[in-house]
């Protein structure tokens, strides 16, 4: 379902990660690998805009060969993966940190919190083991009374999927920017730092129009950035919500989904 999408046009790409870059092993393919060299290539900046860890980001980034800055732990931090400079570090505020806590424990919430270099759970439950699967990092077992005086940049809640549905409408009544990125897990960043804040800051450093920008993903954290790009694709394992504003779907990522987006994109450039 991308055959009436005129790729010849498109400036940037923008990427997602986990249930796009990644396969279903969270792992990214070397195939995927290869895709991303070569349309950065043809000198199409390619942005990495993930929830991960900007170690994790980092290394995507230098196995591609990406010389374009990259976006990580969900819109808070943007590096330069060639100079390994952060360019923009923008942390929660006091009272949303204090806020997410709360809503995290009175729902029942496996909590998690991250700082530039550093991960913390409450306990050594799912959302750890989660964070284990997804990034290939451990976290650290913190106390939640340091958050407050921590730079956290994201903080997530974990819950099975059936309990997090039922409590989406309270998340979304008690903190309407928590951002449903998968179906066991919600997160939050500071209000002016989600993924589009951070699309919207690289692509004025490229001087490109976000008409002009094709970009994938899969999740609920993915649609406020989608909706405004003028290529926006689903993969084929999306959340209901992202296919709603998607122009176009690629195959899922457990059949290198995202790999066949970018074979395409760069043959419609000549390559």
């Known amino acids: ?25 969270s792992l990214v393919t070397p195939r995927t690998i290869r895709a991303l060299n070569a349309v950065s290539r043809l000198n199409l900046p390619v942005i990495l ?23 990580a732990c969900n819109g808070a931090l943007v590096f330069d993966p060639t100079t390994d400079e952060d360019l923009a570090v923008n942390p929660m505020a006091p009272a949303d940190k204090r806020a997410f806590r709360e809503l995290a424990d009175d729902l029942g919430l496996d909590l998690t919190w991250w700082t530039r270099d550093r991960l913390y759970v409450a306990a050594d439950g799912p959302m750890r083991e989660t964070i284990r699967v997804l990034n290939h990092e451990d976290a650290e077992i913190g106390d939640p009374d340091d958050i407050d005086d921590a730079v956290v940049l994201k903080m997530m809640g974990w819950a099975t999927n059936d309990r997090m549905d039922e409590v989406a409408d309270e998340i979304h ?7 449903r990125s998968m179906d066991t897990i919600v997160e939050f960043v500071d209000r002016e730092s989600t993924k589009w804040h951070a699309l919207e800051w690289v692509l004025r450093r490229y001087d490109i129009a976000p008409d002009d920008v094709l970009g994938a993903g899969d999740g609920g954290n993915d649609v406020g950035w989608l909706s405004r790009i003028g290529f926006p694709v689903a993969m084929g394992n ?14 899922s ?16 450039h000549g390559a």
């Open 253 to 268: 990522n457990a059949d290198d989904g995202a790999a066949h987006l970018l074979e395409r994109l760069a043959a419609a």
């Open 173 to 179: 009544r008690r903190l309407p920017g928590v951002q």
């Open 49 to 71: 805009l993930t929830g991960r860890t900007r170690h994790n980001a980092m290394d995507i980034a230098r196995r591609a060969e990406l010389p374009h800055l990259a976006i």
């Open 1 to 25: 379902m991308l055959d009436h999408l005129d790729l010849s046009t498109v400036r940037a790409v923008a990427l997602d990660v986990d249930g796009t870059l990644a396969g279903a092993d």
């Open 238 to 251: 999306a959340r209901p919500e992202v296919h709603q504003v998607a122009r176009g779907v690629a195959p």
